[in-house]
């Protein structure tokens, strides 16, 4: 007989601020992301915690596609594309010099 075997993954608080969606296309979307939270992928202690896992889980946006990344100390406006081709297409306006 198997018994099933349950993992609990804690991870660490972040600030219990919203992230708040400013802008939402069918292409792009544009958010606030507060201080202390993780941007993107799961990585280290987060896995749920992060920018991405909290528009997912409350606002059913996926899937999302960073353009650039902040710091999880850092706050700021953060750019998602809604797909794989328009990620590319805006990565190289950013990184286009003037």
């Excluded at 939402?24 to 606030?32: A, F, L, R």
């Excluded at 993780?38 to 889980?57: E, F, M, S």
Aim: proline fraction near 9%; hydrophobic fraction near 40%.
């Amino acid at each position: 007989m198997l018994k099933a075997v349950c993992y609990y993954r804690h991870e660490p608080p972040i600030l219990a601020k919203k992230v708040s969606i400013l802008h939402c296309e069918p292409d792009v979307v544009t958010v606030c992301k507060p201080a202390s939270i993780p941007q993107v992928h799961p990585c280290g202690q987060y896995r749920k915690n992060t920018i991405v896992g909290i528009l997912q889980a409350e606002h059913d946006l996926a899937p999302l596609f960073p353009i650039h990344r902040l710091d999880r100390l850092v706050s700021g406006l953060l750019i998602f594309a809604r797909n794989a081709g328009k990620a590319e297409n805006f990565r190289q306006q950013v990184t286009q010099p003037y």
